[in-house]
C-alpha cells in the first residue's frame, strides 16, 4: 500500500535529517526567518516582521533567513516572490540564507523555497503513514460536505475526527481498493489528541491561549502532492533550525496543532512570538490594515510617495518598542541597528496603530537632518521615477534647487516641512513662474475683513523701502516699521492688549506678503526666500 501510495523513489528521512546538521552557533543566538507566501504584492506588515526577526537574529549573533511560502499555486501572484527579495534588499534587512533572484540557494539549509522541498515533505509524509501516524482520505468535497451537514443536524462539532473520519480505520483492502481506481487522495494525521484534555500555552509576546487538545485529522498533504502550511511549517522550521517563530496573530490559535505535531514527530519545537497585525483608525474604530481597502497596506505606497527608507525602518521600530523615540532623542546619529529590540516590549494589540502623523514627524526629523545635497540628489531620484515634470525642473535648475533646500538649514532653527520626496514640488514650486500660482480668493478666505486699501498699503509699503541687500535683522524692523505706519500692530502682546486699537497684527502683514510671495500661507522664512527670489521677483509679484 505504501508503495503505492508513493511510487516515486524518495530519500529517506534520516538520510535527510543528515544533511541538516546542527547549526555551529553561539550560546542564545536566534534563528528566525520570514515565510511569506507570493500571494499579494510586498505588504508593510511582512517588512515589518522581516525588520524585527532580523533584528533578534542578528542582535543575538543567529540568523535570519527567507522562505518563500509557495505552496498555494492557485493564490500565487507571479512575481510576488521576488518583490519580498527586492525590498528586503532596499530596505537594508539583510538575509543571510535565501534564493536569490538568479534562483541559487544561498546557503545550505534550504532549498528556500518550498516548491523544491516536495520531495522532503513526501519523505516525512511517507515515514508518518508508515508509522500509522497519518493516512490517505479519498473523500470527495460533495463527502466533506455531507459530513458537515450532518453534524450540524446532530449539533456535533463540525470537522474530521474522531467517528466522523471515514478514513482513519480505513482497512489496506479499502484503501487499495481506491488506489486501484485512481481515486485522488489527500494525506491526513491521526491525531492522538482528545478533545476534552485543556492545554494552556502562552507566548512570547504574552499571548496566552487555553484550548482543548486538537482531535482534527487535519490534511497534512494536498491532492497536488504539496503540503499544508501547518505541516510545511513543522518540517521546515524543525530542519533549518528556526529557534524563533514570529510571525502574524492569525496563526496563534493553529500553534497548539502545531506544538502537537513537533511532539508527534518527536522534534523539539520553536519558541512562537506572535505579532499583532497593523491596525488603522477608521471613523474611530480600530480595524486590520486592508490589502484591498487600504493603498498603505502595500509598499508601493511608500515608493510613490517618496517616504525614505530610514524613515520607514524607525517608524516601523517605534511601532514595535515604543521607547525607541527616546533612546532615538539621545542617539541622534546612531544606526538604527545600535538600538536593542526586545521581545519584553514588542507592541501586543494595543500598540501596533498605524499612525500616519508619526510617520510624518519622523520622516520630516530625518529629512531635517539630511544636506541641501542629500535632499537634492535622493528626491531627484525619486522624482525620476514618479514625476518627470519635477525632474526636468530639478535638473534645469539645480543651483537654485540647491540654495531652495538650503534655506533654514545650518542655521539654530531647522526647517521640517519636507516629510517626503513628493512634498518637494509643493515646497518648492512658487519659486517658479510656471508652477507659482495665488488664488485671491483664498486671501478673502483668510482675512474677510481686510479691504483691497489696507491690502495695497502693505505691498507697497513693503516694497517701497525693501532692499535685498539689508540683513535679515534689518529687514524685520522694515516689516515692524511698515505695521506701524499703517496701523497694523508690531508687537503681538500690544495688539492683544487692546486689539480695537489696530487695523490688526504683524501676522496678517506678513501673511499677505507671503500669500502674494508664494501662494502659500505657510513657507518657511521669508526673509531667504526673498533671497531665492531676487528683487525683480519680489517686487513682480507684490504689485
Ligand atoms: N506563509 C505564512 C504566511 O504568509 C507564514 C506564516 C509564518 O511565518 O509561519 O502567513
Known sequence: MIDKLFPNKLETTTEILARYPKRNLPEGAMVTRIAPSPTWFMHIGTLYTAMVSERFAHQSGGIFMLRIEDTDKKREVEGAGELVVEALDYYGIKIDEWQDLSGKEIWNYGPYKQSARQEIYASFVKDLVEKWLAYPCFCSSEELEETRKTQEEYSQRPGYYGQWAKWRNATEEDIQAELE????????????????????????????????????????????????????????DYLMWTTHVIRWDEWLASTP????????MGWQAPRYGHLAPIQKLDNGNKRKLSKRKDPEASMSYYDENGYTKESILEYLTNLANSDFEDWRKANLNAPITDFKIGFERLSNSSWALFDFVKLDNISKEIISRMTSEEIYTRSLVWAEKFDKNLASLMKNNKEKFLSIFSIERNGEKTRKDIGKWSDVKWETEYFFDEWYSFDKASLKETYPNLNEADISNILSGFKATYDSSDSKEIWFEKVKALCDSIWFASNIKEYKKAPENFKGSIVEVTTILRLFLTGKTKTPDMYYIMQVLWKDKVFERLS
Open 257 to 264: 496543532l502545531h506544538l502537537q505535531m513537533f511532539e508527534m
Open 181 to 236: 481506481k485512481n481515486t485522488p487522495f489527500v494525506i491526513r494525521l491521526r491525531s492522538a489528541g482528545n478533545y476534552n484534555k485543556k492545554i494552556k500555552y502562552q507566548d512570547l509576546l504574552k499571548w496566552t491561549i487555553e484550548t482543548s487538545e486538537n482531535d482534527m485529522d487535519i490534511v497534512i498533504m494536498k491532492a497536488d502532492w504539496l503540503p499544508t502550511y501547518h505541516f510545511a511549517h513543522i518540517v521546515d
